[in-house]
């Protein structure tokens, strides 16, 4: 399907499209199933590096793997954010910031500090539910990253994200909607549906405050809602696993 090989194109550093291919709407769709394989991918490598390394190694191992296999694509814009959100004054002196390469001393801290916390929410992530919460997570931060595209408009006339709201249609949310759903339900039981929640709310809220700021959304936005989705998630994860006993005792595994 085009649809879906754009979206791992786009997202992953897989090289399945050709020069010159641009993602559509319906691109979009696929997002959350995307973030499952790289879960996947991420279960894998974790299965691997602990057979002989310690879990800070290991953690740290995860979090490079997830930065080369998407390119870095969504931590940039995180960064950017950071600069533009919190260095300008006026929308219009946001929307410039982001668009600016150089990066500045928000972007160095907001970085910095996303690394250290995924590192170490990766390390920490508790057995009784870690094969589930590192596939799972990367599929629900991509929907949130969905969902703020269905709901706050985009402020640029182009840009990287605007191929995603053209001809956007619901049904495109409601594929990514089921995807995350299900994944979180199956793979995390009922504590999968509540991170689910949790990093939807998340995302929503995050993507209205950056609307407010710049009048509308960006791809950088998206990025950043993305990585935020993350943490969400795995600050929920290894924070509900040994609050609540029980609640993800009805995943797969």
């Not at 279960?43 to 979090?63: K, N, Y």
Request: a neutral charge; aromatic letters at 8%.
């Amino acid at each position: 399907m085009r649809s879906l090989r754009h979206a791992f194109g786009f997202l992953t550093i897989l090289p399945v499209t050709s020069p010159g291919e641009t993602p559509t709407s319906t691109t979009r769709a696929w997002f959350p199933l995307v973030g499952l394989a790289l879960g996947a991918a991420l279960v894998g490598l974790d299965a691997a590096a602990r057979e002989g390394l310690p879990a800070i190694v290991v953690g740290a191992l995860l979090v490079a793997a997830l930065l080369i296999l998407t390119r870095a694509l969504h931590t940039e814009g995180f960064l950017d954010c950071c600069d533009g959100l919190f260095g300008g004054y006026t929308a219009e002196d946001r929307l410039r910031i982001l668009r600016d390469t150089h990066v500045g001393a928000f972007a160095v801290i907001g970085g910095a500090a996303l690394i250290v916390t995924k590192w170490s929410l990766l390390a920490s992530t508790p057995d009784a539910a870690r094969i589930g919460l590192l596939l799972v997570f990367p599929c629900l931060s991509r929907f949130g990253m969905l969902a703020t595209m269905a709901v706050f408009p985009y402020v640029r006339q182009q840009g990287l994200g605007s191929s995603f709201q053209e001809g956007g249609r619901w049904w495109q949310i409601g594929v990514g909607l089921l995807t995350a759903a299900l994944a979180a339900g199956m793979f995390l039981g009922p504590g999968g549906l509540v991170l689910f929640g949790g990093v939807t709310i998340v995302a929503l809220g995050v993507g209205r405050w950056m609307a407010s700021r710049l009048g509308g959304m960006t791809g950088d936005t998206y990025g950043a809602v993305n990585e935020l989705g993350e943490v969400s998630a795995l600050i929920l994860g290894v924070a509900l696993a040994p609050a609540l006993p029980g609640l993800f005792d009805s995943a797969l595994w």
